[in-house]
């Protein structure tokens, strides 16, 4: 079956550093992405999507880049706050008339 | 422009009750999706659909669960006779359903089965 994942369960920066998370899907097909950021008690947030004709698309402070030949995905967060803390989510597209697939998450904490 | 609504927030329900999951998806959204998450996972995907129509349930345990989308009113998750492992928390998500456009989020209903 298809799956999406992330390749680090938690991530520890400093405020003020940029922070990195990763992703793989494994569904080929799969031509929309999305990250969502979670905070606890609350329901996922959308931060950022990307299509599969593009390798890239920036927002505030978020980046997120689209690697199709090895099918990974990740976000980039610039200046990383306390406020970033959060667990970050990120869902692919198998199709048209689907729903998204998520993946397990990676707990982001961010210490001043 | 209110998000997505889902209540309650919180439901405790006794082995072998019914619980009954709402949802009013944003306004324009004709199309909705129910996941589940346990504590420390993802969201795992039930049903998605749209105005009166079924369009996937692949992920919804084929029995005591059930969901529909009336042409008027919220969306409703059923959950009948429940047992300790339905204990979750539920979101609905709602989208315009149009080409690739994202889903967005209710904040939940945390169902506890004492």
């Known amino acids: 079956g298809e799956s999406v994942g992330l390749h680090l369960p938690t991530l520890s920066v400093q405020e003020g550093d940029n922070s990195i998370i990763n992703c793989a899907y494994s569904?080929?097909?799969?031509?929309?992405f999305i990250w969502y950021k979670q905070e606890s008690g609350k329901g996922p947030q959308f931060i950022i999507d990307?299509?599969?004709?593009?390798d890239k698309r920036q927002g505030q402070r978020v980046t997120v880049l689209l690697n199709k030949t090895v099918k990974h995905l990740s976000l980039q967060i610039a200046a990383t706050q306390p406020g970033d803390s959060a667990v970050y989510f990120c869902?692919?597209?198998?199709?048209?008339?689907?729903?998204?697939?998520f993946g397990k998450g990676t707990t982001l904490s961010v210490s001043s | 422009n209110a998000g997505v609504m889902q209540n309650p927030r919180h439901l405790v329900r006794r082995r072998g009750q019914e619980a009954r999951l709402r949802c009013s998806p944003m306004?324009?959204?004709?199309?909705v999706y129910w996941y589940r998450q346990l504590p420390e996972e993802g969201l795992k995907f039930m049903v998605y659909?749209?105005?009166?129509?079924?369009?996937?349930e692949s992920g919804m345990p084929k029995e005591r669960f059930s969901a529909e989308f009336p042409k008027e009113g919220p969306s409703i998750l059923r959950i009948q006779q429940v047992v300790r492992g339905d204990s979750a928390a539920y979101f609905c998500?709602?989208?315009?359903?149009?080409?690739?456009?994202?889903?967005?989020f209710g904040n939940g209903t945390r169902l506890t089965v004492t």
């Open positions: 998500a709602s989208s315009l359903g149009t080409g690739n456009s994202p889903l967005h």
């Open positions: 569904n080929s097909a799969s031509d929309y």
């Open positions: 990307i299509r599969s004709n593009m």
């Open positions: 869902a692919d597209l198998p199709g048209p008339g689907t729903a998204l697939i």
């Open positions: 306004k324009g959204h004709s199309h």
């Open positions: 659909l749209q105005k009166e129509n079924i369009i996937d």
